[in-house]
């Protein structure tokens, strides 16, 4: 009897010392991916489009019966947690998205979404008030014509991720790329200090593209301010002309349902960014998983 118990203990003891290990081990390719990482997708905050869609994926390749669960924390708190588990080697799965800087710093891979969890093509939309062409068409031709590629966005998130103040990073971006300021801006009448409110969600992409066009605004005599806030409050302040514009709407799928409340009350100017691409995402060294189906213990 004291015997079983011992080896009860010891048995248990060596499992638990077994599961923890094996969170920190080396991705290894021969043991299901699950148990390695105890079913978990690292996720950002609970209010991120890319949730709903995560959520969307666990559901559609039928992961719940493995127990896979998304865990929320925030852009920041994923980001770290990869860096570490890179720097080891380790097995880990995330919510990611470019452009974003993690893409240019790590070798990651979107995982592939044959069920399309995320949706097809995304892009991002420049959103204004409904009077804003009335009443301030400078900016607004300007807001209109904003548009620039992921590699430029990429340039300005790099140096931002590098510690440089957004507002210096874009002014210099602007500096280097006479170009693209002049298209924007190029023929307009200026203005004797109007103001321009933006609103932005302070995801790294979109500190970015709202830094750089309200300078674009202020060269043309504008008295800018940008403020941060969640994403519902976001378009409701453009939706209620308490902003003028935002370059922050992630559409047709990762802001779907704001767009669909409030497309009544903005107007759309359109893409200001093609080519944005969310969905699963995991580093390259995970040679054989490389579609959302392949977290299914088989
Ligand atoms: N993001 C960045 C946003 C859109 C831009 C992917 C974190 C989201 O998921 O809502």
Redesign the pocket.
């Known amino acids: 009897m004291k015997k079983l118990n011992l080896c009860l203990l010891v048995g248990g003891l060596s499992l638990f010392l077994a599961s923890c290990a094996s969170i920190l081990q080396p991705y290894d390719a021969k043991t299901p991916l699950g148990e390695q990482i105890n079913y978990t997708i690292t996720g950002?905050d609970a209010?991120?489009?890319?949730?709903t869609?995560a959520e969307k994926a666990i559901d559609l390749y039928d992961l719940s019966k493995d127990n896979w669960q998304l865990q929320p924390s925030s852009?920041a708190a994923m980001t770290s947690t990869l860096d570490k588990a890179i720097k080891d080697k380790r097995p880990i799965v995330v919510?990611g998205?470019t452009p974003?800087w993690m893409f240019t710093k790590y070798d990651l891979k979107f995982l592939d979404d044959p069920k399309g969890a995320f949706g097809k093509a995304e892009n991002i939309h420049t959103i204004v008030r409904k009077d804003l062409k009335k009443e301030e068409p400078t900016a607004y031709t300007i807001l209109d014509r904003f548009y620039w590629t992921p590699e430029e966005m990429a340039d300005v998130m790099l140096q931002v991720n590098d510690g440089i103040d957004p507002e210096v990073a874009a002014k210099e971006w602007l500096k280097k790329n006479p170009d693209q300021l002049n298209k924007w801006t190029e023929g307009l009448e200026k203005v004797d200090g109007n103001s321009i409110k933006l609103t932005y969600?302070a995801?790294d992409?979109?500190i970015a593209s709202t830094n750089v066009v309200a300078l674009a605004l202020q060269k043309m005599g504008y008295k800018t301010t940008i403020q941060a806030m969640e994403?519902q409050p976001m378009w409701a302040s453009v939706a209620t002309n308490a902003a003028d514009a935002m370059v922050?709407a992630?559409l047709p799928n990762?802001?779907g349902i704001f767009y669909q409340d409030y497309k009544d009350d903005i107007e759309d100017l359109g893409v200001n960014l093609k080519g944005?691409k969310?969905g699963l995402v995991v580093p390259t060294y995970m040679e054989n998983i490389n579609s959302i189906e392949d977290l299914k213990t088989k």
């Open positions: 950002i209010g991120a489009g890319i949730m869609g852009t919510t998205w974003h969600v995801w992409s979109e994403i922050a992630w990762t802001a944005a969310l």
